[in-house]
């Protein structure tokens, strides 16, 4: 009986030492932190950006489905008039209502965050919401103004997206109406063939634009998450979190106190209290059938159900393998989709570095060019970029060894996927095979000599992380006849994209 005391008064202990630790973490975040100076001003930037693309696709993609729908009525209301209206009908009011929705929701309102849930985004949220009540632990060198901007960029941004997922339900329920209207019109099909098929390639590649920018908004960079990795280390971050936090929603009943803080459950999901309640209730019903008093009955009953269950579970993620998990009318397009549509500029670009080296001649010395390259990808695996190219030598052989800059190099290319990781290539080049000492020599255009070059590359697939993209390729320069003296007919590349 003496333990317990002394057990109690080791426990109160702790937990007087784990307050005092907690309080001076908390009253000296702002110094020991360094929170970046920058942080707010890049991330309302960010999330402002992000904002207005969205938006701006979204639009062109409802715009442009309006404008193939009227269309479309025209050439069935030649043949169905009452039909085409029925089918129509109010479907361009739509259009522009979702437009303007997307245009005005600042996310201001109140609003229960709905659909696949965003873990960054959450915590994110968080974030920004427990610096917003505790602003002392900034510090003074921290503009509070930009974190209220970043939090109303990031209200806007949630809500858009819930908006644009909307757009994306409308326009998969208008392609589904109107496929079904044709599937019972034949007649109408060689008609409207094309604009159904545009239809149907906007729908997808709206679905995959949608799903593009929800990817952004969940991918941070080094500074947002070096700054959210400072603030969950405060005990006092972790606690509001426990509150505030979409995660946390699953966790809370229904009819909450509002405006007291904690977060709501998502709709359409039970809550873990919901859940106890009902396996309770299952096995005690279990019990009282079987007889049996202590529960016993009413554990292997659910856990015959649980393990029945879980097979049917089995069964139909098995189905779903075999279709396209997830897969929707829109995701599963009817013609062979463009991955990179829905990307933006920055994120089509592909960089390279390669490199070749010359056997020595009569005129040159043994040399290396170290080449670097940007691509542009039209499509999966196929691309157009520009490149540059600086010549090494290396000495005429390895009793004479030298190293000189040799000259540069200029480039176009273009790549198109064949199969199994082979593309065929083609380029043309200007290279300056000369030692200069000045740029101006490079502008005697008489020094340059041009290079046409088709062949073969191939991706080789590595297990290194660094080398992953490594690509080799075999080329021809058909006009390496024509060059004075004459260059190198056959150019092998070795390189490596990121």
Same mark, same amino acid.
């Given at each position: 009986?003496?333990?317990?005391?002394?057990? +109690?008064?080791?426990?109160?202990? +702790?937990?007087?030492?784990?307050?005092?630790?907690?309080?001076?973490?908390?009253?000296?975040?702002?110094?020991?932190?360094?929170?970046?100076?920058?942080?707010?001003?890049?991330?309302?930037?960010?999330?402002?950006?992000?904002?207005?693309?969205?938006?701006?696709?979204?639009?062109?993609?409802?715009?442009?489905?309006?404008? !193939?729908?009227?269309?479309?009525?025209?050439?069935?209301?030649?043949?169905?008039?009452?039909?085409?209206?029925?089918?129509?009908?109010?479907?361009?009011?739509?259009?522009?209502?979702?437009?303007?929705?997307?245009?005005?929701?600042?996310?201001?309102? &109140?609003?229960?965050?709905? %659909?696949?849930?965003? $873990?960054?985004?959450?915590?994110?949220? %968080?974030?920004?919401?427990?610096?917003?009540?505790?602003?002392?632990?900034?510090?003074? %060198?921290?503009?509070?103004?930009?974190?209220?901007?970043?939090? /109303?960029?990031?209200?806007?941004?949630?809500?858009?997206?819930?908006?644009?997922?909307?757009?994306?339900?409308?326009?998969?329920?208008?392609?589904?109406?109107?496929?079904?209207?044709? /599937?019972?019109?034949?007649?109408?099909?060689?008609?409207?063939?094309?604009?159904?098929? @545009?239809?149907?390639?906007?729908?997808?590649?709206?679905?995959?634009?949608?799903?593009?920018?929800?990817?952004?908004?969940?991918?941070?960079?080094?500074?947002?998450?070096?700054?959210?990795?400072?603030?969950?280390?405060?005990?006092?971050?972790?606690?509001?979190?426990?509150?505030?936090?979409?995660?946390?929603?699953?966790?809370?009943?229904?009819?909450?106190?509002?405006?007291? @803080?904690?977060?709501? $459950?998502?709709?359409?999901?039970?809550? &873990?209290?919901?859940?106890?309640?009902?396996?309770?209730?299952?096995?005690?019903?279990?019990?009282?059938?079987?007889?049996?008093?202590?529960?016993?009955?009413?554990?292997?009953?659910?856990? /015959?159900?649980?393990?029945?269950?879980?097979?049917?579970?089995?069964?139909?993620?098995?189905?779903?393998?075999?279709?396209?998990?997830?897969?929707?009318?829109?995701?599963?397009?009817?013609? !062979?989709?463009?991955?990179?549509?829905?990307?933006?500029?920055?994120?089509?670009?592909?960089?390279?570095?390669?490199?070749?080296?010359?056997?020595?001649?009569?005129?040159?010395?043994?040399?290396?060019?170290?080449?670097?390259?940007?691509?542009? !990808?039209? @499509? &999966?695996?196929?691309?157009?970029?520009?490149?540059? /190219?600086?010549?090494? %030598? *290396?000495?005429?052989?390895? &009793?004479?060894?030298?190293?000189?800059?040799? @000259?540069?190099?200029? !480039?176009?290319?273009?790549?198109?996927?064949?199969?199994?990781?082979?593309?065929?290539?083609?380029?043309?080049?200007?290279?300056?095979?000369?030692?200069?000492?000045?740029?101006?020599?490079?502008?005697?255009?008489?020094? *340059?000599?041009?290079?046409?070059?088709?062949?073969?590359?191939?991706?080789?697939?590595?297990?290194?992380?660094?080398?992953?993209?490594?690509?080799?390729?075999?080329? *021809?320069?058909?006009?390496?006849?024509?060059?004075?003296?004459?260059?190198?007919?056959?150019?092998?590349?070795?390189?490596?994209?990121?």
């Amino acid at each position: 009986m003496q333990k317990i005391p002394a057990l +109690c008064g080791a426990a109160l202990l +702790c937990l007087a030492f784990s307050i005092v630790d907690a309080q001076m973490v908390d009253s000296t975040a702002g110094k020991v932190l360094n929170y970046p100076t920058h942080f707010f001003g890049k991330l309302q930037a960010r999330l402002a950006g992000l904002n207005n693309d969205l938006v701006g696709q979204t639009q062109k993609y409802l715009e442009k489905m309006a404008r !193939r729908e009227a269309r479309l009525q025209k050439k069935i209301s030649s043949s169905d008039s009452t039909g085409a209206k029925r089918l129509f009908a109010a479907s361009a009011q739509q259009y522009a209502t979702l437009i303007q929705k997307l245009k005005t929701d600042t996310g201001s309102r &109140h609003q229960v965050i709905s %659909g696949q849930y965003q $873990p960054y985004v959450d915590s994110l949220q %968080g974030e920004l919401g427990f610096l917003k009540k505790n602003p002392q632990l900034l510090g003074g %060198g921290i503009n509070t103004s930009q974190l209220q901007g970043s939090v /109303s960029q990031l209200q806007a941004a949630q809500a858009k997206l819930q908006d644009a997922n909307e757009a994306k339900v409308f326009i998969q329920q208008r392609r589904q109406q109107i496929s079904q209207y044709l /599937s019972q019109h034949t007649n109408l099909q060689s008609l409207t063939a094309r604009y159904s098929a @545009g239809i149907n390639r906007d729908a997808y590649y709206y679905s995959q634009q949608v799903n593009e920018y929800r990817a952004m908004l969940s991918d941070p960079d080094k500074m947002e998450a070096k700054a959210l990795a400072m603030v969950s280390r405060l005990p006092a971050y972790q606690t509001f979190m426990k509150t505030n936090s979409q995660l946390s929603g699953l966790f809370k009943l229904p009819g909450g106190v509002p405006g007291s @803080g904690s977060a709501q $459950p998502l709709p359409g999901l039970q809550t &873990h209290s919901q859940i106890s309640q009902q396996i309770e209730s299952q096995v005690m019903a279990a019990a009282g059938n079987k007889g049996g008093g202590d529960g016993a009955a009413g554990l292997g009953s659910l856990s /015959s159900k649980v393990q029945s269950a879980r097979s049917q579970l089995d069964s139909y993620k098995s189905r779903l393998s075999q279709l396209g998990a997830g897969s929707t009318l829109a995701d599963a397009p009817s013609f !062979r989709p463009n991955d990179q549509k829905t990307k933006t500029f920055w994120r089509r670009l592909e960089y390279g570095v390669n490199f070749q080296t010359t056997t020595s001649s009569y005129y040159y010395p043994t040399t290396t060019d170290l080449g670097l390259s940007l691509g542009y !990808r039209l @499509g &999966h695996s196929n691309i157009i970029g520009v490149g540059a /190219s600086y010549k090494i %030598g *290396w000495g005429s052989d390895i &009793h004479h060894i030298a190293v000189t800059g040799q @000259g540069v190099g200029l !480039r176009s290319f273009v790549q198109i996927a064949i199969k199994s990781g082979f593309s065929a290539t083609g380029g043309f080049e200007y290279n300056y095979a000369t030692p200069f000492t000045d740029l101006q020599q490079l502008r005697q255009l008489q020094y *340059w000599t041009r290079s046409g070059l088709i062949g073969l590359s191939k991706t080789v697939s590595m297990k290194s992380r660094v080398f992953k993209k490594t690509q080799v390729q075999l080329l *021809w320069d058909f006009l390496s006849y024509q060059q004075v003296p004459k260059g190198q007919p056959v150019v092998f590349r070795v390189g490596y994209t990121f």
